[in-house]
């Protein structure tokens, strides 16, 4: 929130009171948006769902623990863009990785993979716009790494984030390009507001429809 040791004692409470109210409407947005946008896309969901089917061996959904709120871990929902493999857990997907299949790559692509984790969004396991959950082998690695990494979990994990729309998304090879994402969701964490919300919603719906995401 920005706040500094000089400030008066009642400008900090009330900036406390205006953080965590806007929190409250942050979270009665994200479960009226995600019980809307799953009731309309249910026709989007089972065409998806029918084709990934077919597609290859395999589930429709693919689940993977994440770390979410407070620190606290979360089973995360995607549609399945990979063939069956032994690493999904604990390596990124890279450029012309031979573990996604044809339509994993369209999925992918247009993030249309992410979908499932409205029904997250929903039962209060993330929100539509924070910072993205790390598998938990990242959150190990980079918090012993990284300063400050943890506190990215004060707020819930996002669809969507700060740093996403600034362009640090995908494989994270080097450490400075996680430095760097963190660094873009802890001045989100601090810049917090419903009007950065809105923004980071907008740049990524418009990304999304030119598939510039």
């Not at 507001?193 to 995401?213: E, H």
């Given at each position: ?67 979410g709120y407070r620190g606290e871990t979360f089973e995360m929902l995607k549609f399945r863009s990979m063939y069956r493999n ?89 450490l400075e390009d996680m430095e760097r994402r963190v660094k873009a969701d802890l001045e989100y964490i601090d810049k917090f ?21």
């Open positions: 929130m920005g706040l500094t040791s000089d400030e008066p004692v009642d400008s900090v409470d009330e900036s406390t009171r205006e953080f965590a109210m806007h929190k409250a409407i942050k979270r009665i947005f994200d479960f009226v948006f995600a019980l809307i946008a799953i009731v309309a896309l249910t026709p989007v969901w089972v065409v998806l769902a029918v084709w990934i089917f077919l597609s290859s061996p395999g589930g429709v959904f693919f689940r993977q623990k994440r770390t032994d690493k999904a857990d604990e390596q990124q997907s890279t450029e012309g990785d031979p573990r996604v299949t044809p339509v994993g790559r369209f999925l992918r692509r247009s993030s249309l993979d992410e979908l499932p984790q409205l029904w997250n969004v929903l039962v209060g396991d993330m929100s539509i716009i924070g910072p993205r959950p790390h598998m938990l082998q990242h959150t190990e690695y980079y918090s012993a790494r990284i300063p400050g990494y943890m506190r990215r979990h004060d707020m819930r994990p996002g669809l969507t984030g700060y740093a996403q729309i600034k362009g640090f998304r995908g494989p994270t090879p080097k507001s419903l009007w950065l919300d809105l923004k980071i919603f907008s740049l990524t719906l418009w990304r999304m429809l030119t598939f510039k995401l």
